[in-house]
């Protein structure tokens, strides 16, 4: 009896420690270096959620296809509508361009000009394009597939978002980067041969040269010209310079004086579109001059400087509309989408252009005005993506 049981025994434990059939043995662990187990050792003592998940970070197959579809149709429709305005401005300025060589109508005004449009109606792109295709996806109820499979509407929203930023990062080089130098030579390209609009004069000038409290010189001209072939120097005509020093004054006279001043022309000679030719750190660079010299033709500049900023976030705005908006099959089918779409993409840009005058006149200042449309529009998108994710 003994001898059965130790059998039985000897037998179990056999079993526990096979194999099972059809798999090769488990190799055994290779010893770990120094730095592999003080690597394990601090990793182990992390707290779960700060451990690093290389799975999570990765575009699933559902994020791919919607990030396909999202980007070729906004580059699609950005292509379709830049042709048909590139149409309409050959019919509009057709005797300029006949009158210009080709070479310059090309590479300095086209290589600007249709960039430009697509950064300036870059919010209506992205709208249509959301619109448009996701409500192709609901029309073949893959939303609805989606959906259905688990995929909750939040994580739905994921690629979404992230096609959003891709536009976004790249409406933000151009607008602020990219496109300022371009305009350069597209404005010196309509000044010259469609419409000259550039200011070349002005009177009852005044501006402070150097920041200060006290006043210690003040100089006074009828006529000044600049001197473009050296930098800062002027020529001052029926000119008086006053020295205060204390309480004595020192008046000099003269007819003619060529003299060196720390200003430029673009200093108080402000042309329509000025502000567009230059770059983001120039435009803070302007403004911060012009108001430590006391100068007050800065609204302009400060509202081109706050939509290129409000612009590039009201791709994320119109993607979270577009999206709450299209995702549900409707009875009226894509048509009636792209219609609301469009009707919506028309408001918010009108809106924008609305509230710009705001600042203008003095009513607010340009950073509140120019994102006065994004706040309204968040609101009716948060609002939009609640009812529809229930």
Do not use: C
Not at 113 to 137: C, D, E, G, H, N
Request: aromatic residues 10%; proline residues 4%.
């Amino acid at each position: 009896m003994m001898e059965e049981a130790e059998k039985d025994i000897i037998d179990v434990v056999a079993e526990q420690h096979a194999e099972p059939l059809g798999q090769e043995p488990m190799p055994a662990e290779q010893p770990k270096s120094a730095e592999q187990r003080r690597k394990h050792a601090k990793r182990r003592h992390l707290p779960r959620k700060m451990r690093f998940r290389p799975h999570l970070w990765r575009l699933k197959i559902l994020d791919r296809y919607i990030l396909k579809k999202f980007l070729g149709t906004y580059f699609v429709a950005t292509l379709l509508v830049l042709a048909v305005i590139a149409m309409f401005d050959v019919t509009e300025k057709l005797d300029a361009f006949l009158t210009a060589p080709v070479k310059e109508t090309i590479l300095d005004y086209f290589s600007s000009f249709l960039p430009y449009f697509a950064v300036q109606l870059s919010p209506l792109f992205v709208f249509i394009a959301v619109i448009f295709f996701t409500s192709k996806m609901a029309g073949n109820s893959e939303i609805i597939a989606i959906l259905s499979s688990g995929v909750s509407y939040r994580r739905l929203l994921v690629p979404y978002m992230i096609g959003a930023a891709v536009i976004a990062g790249l409406t933000f080089w151009l607008s602020n980067y990219a496109i300022p130098p371009s305009n350069v030579k597209r404005l010196a390209y309509t000044n010259k041969y469609v419409k000259n609009k550039k200011e070349t004069s002005a009177s009852n000038v005044q501006l402070q040269v150097q920041p200060g409290k006290k006043l210690v010189s003040r100089l006074t001209a009828q006529t000044v010209q600049y001197d473009s072939l050296r930098q800062h120097h002027w020529i001052l005509h029926d000119y008086m310079i006053r020295t205060l020093n204390g309480q004595r004054e020192k008046i000099i006279r003269g007819a003619s004086l060529d003299t060196v001043i720390d200003m430029e022309p673009q200093d108080f000679l402000v042309s329509t579109h000025d502000q567009e030719t230059y770059t983001t750190p120039e435009l803070t660079t302007y403004i911060a001059k012009q108001k430590n010299r006391g100068s007050a033709n800065v609204v302009a500049f400060e509202i081109e400087k706050e939509k290129r900023y409000a612009m590039t976030a009201a791709a994320f705005i119109l993607t979270l509309i577009g999206m709450a908006l299209s995702s549900r099959k409707v009875k009226g089918g894509m048509g009636l989408n792209i219609g609301i779409g469009l009707a919506l993409s028309f408001s918010y840009i009108l809106f924008s252009t609305v509230t710009s005058s705001f600042a203008i006149s003095g009513a607010t200042s340009a950073r509140v005005a120019m994102w006065i449309p994004n706040i309204v529009y968040l609101a009716i998108g948060i609002v939009l993506y609640y009812r529809a994710a229930r």
